[in-house]
C-alpha cells in the first residue's frame, strides 16, 4: 500500500470527529448486544484464503 490513507484536502479534525462517531456507534453495539462478533481464528483464516486467491491471480499491493 503506497497510497495515503487520507486525502489531502480532508480536515484532520472532521476525520478525528467521524472516527469517534464510529467508535460510538460501535461500542454501543457492543453494549446493545447487536454486533456481529466474529471470533479471531475465522478472520485470519477468510485472509489466508482471500491473500492466497489474490496471489494466484497475480495481485500485487498496487492499485489498477
Known amino acids: 500500500m503506497t497510497q495515503p ?11 478525528e470527529r467521524a472516527w469517534d462517531d ?3 456507534r ?3 453495539e457492543l453494549e446493545a448486544g447487536t ?3 466474529i471470533p ?3 478472520v485470519f483464516a477468510e485472509l489466508r484464503v ?4 489474490f496471489a494466484a491471480a ?3 499491493d498496487e492499485p489498477a
Open 35 to 37: 454486533a456481529e462478533l
Open 50 to 53: 482471500r491473500s492466497r486467491r
Open 5 to 15: 490513507l487520507q486525502d489531502e484536502d480532508e480536515d484532520p479534525a472532521e476525520v
Open 26 to 28: 460501535r461500542v454501543a
Open 40 to 42: 479471531a481464528e475465522e
Open 22 to 24: 464510529e467508535i460510538l
Open 58 to 60: 497475480g495481485g500485487d
